[in-house]
């Protein structure tokens, strides 16, 4: 059965579009949240290439015709960091992370996968419901994020707003 759980969940993650929860994947299988990390772990193991975000589980699709830029970027407080990855995603861009350089433990990158206002609401709304920081306030407001535009005009627009906002120095 363990084998054939974590087959399944290969094939959802495969097809969905979306990131999946743990917890709804134990319910799927009437397991616990744990087994599932596991099953995970074991099947990231075997070369299946999961994500793990603030959103759930998902297997990054390739995107035709897309281009992957890096931005740094400046701010602090949780207003802003709404303001800027609203920017991001309103311009149609798509938010694949967020890294920091810390002066002890090196870069820290952390999976975002905001590929939408929902996702963006979601992220805020688990940043608001929970007592952690953003990661930027490790590095008193410096960040980069790796963003996936379709073509560079976006990338351009997107960058010229958060200049424009602010987040960019110019």
């Known amino acids: 059965m ?3 759980r ?3 969940i290969a094939a959802i993650l ?4 979306e990131a999946v929860t743990g917890s ?8 616990s949240r744990q087994v599932i990390v596991q099953d995970i772990a074991v099947l990231r193991a075997s070369g299946l290439q999961i994500v793990s975000t603030s959103n759930g589980y998902l297997i990054p699709k390739p995107r035709i015709r897309s281009h992957i830029r890096t931005l740094q970027s400046f701010h602090s407080g949780l207003e802003s960091l709404e303001e800027e990855l609203s920017i991001i995603v309103d311009l149609g861009g798509r938010v694949i992370d967020v890294m920091v350089e810390h002066p002890v433990y090196g870069e820290i990158v952390v999976a975002l996968m905001i590929n939408s206002r929902t996702d963006l609401e979601a992220f805020i709304r688990k940043v608001r419901n929970s007592d952690a920081m953003p990661l930027a ?3 008193d407001g410096k960040h980069y994020h790796t963003i996936e535009v379709p073509n560079s005009g976006v990338f ?3 960058e010229a707003k958060l200049k424009e906002r602010g987040f960019i120095p110019l």
């Open 2 to 4: 363990t084998e054939e």
């Open 6 to 8: 974590r087959n399944k």
């Open 14 to 17: 495969h097809e969905s579009e």
């Open 24 to 31: 709804s994947l134990a319910k799927l299988f009437n397991v």
């Open 137 to 139: 306030s490790l590095t």
């Open 156 to 158: 351009d627009m997107i």
